[in-house]
Every structure is written in structure tokens, then in C-alpha cells.
């Protein structure tokens, strides 16, 4: 379980700004990292996860703008599909 560091995490494509929808890729993700992504969200409302390998779609809890990856991934290339209030 680690923070993912900013090198890890790439903002991929972006729209909206009050309500927004954000497309996210990180790298070397494993179940129960963590991302923080208050630089683009104030609150995060839904979250949806795609891992290269492992569990093809997965889960995600948040709390404010942390997000954490429960299960599946493994040191894994991952597409994470974001939506809340823009930052």
C-alpha cells in the first residue's frame, strides 16, 4: 500500500469545469495504493478502474479526493475513469 508519486499518475484527457469527468493512466499500480488527486478535483463522486492485467475491471473507494485501489492490479499499467467537483 503506497502513495502514488506524481511520475506514477498522468492526466490523460479532462472535461468540464464545475462538474467534471477526468481520464486518468497510472503506472506500476498495485491493489491498495492510494492517488490523490485534489490538484484536479475538490471532491471525487465516482470512480472506475482498468487494469492491464489481473481483474479486467475493478473497484475503487474514496474518500474526498484520495482514491484507492482494492483489488486486481499488480504492478499494472491502469486506466482510471474519474468524476466529481472540479478543483
Known sequence: MALLTNDQVALIVQDGSAGKMALFALKNATALDTVDLAQWFKVVKRVGLVSDTGTTVGSCTFAGTV????????????WLLVVGVAA
Open 67 to 78: 482514491v484507492t485501489i482494492l483489488t486486481g492490479p499488480l504492478n499494472d499499467g491502469v
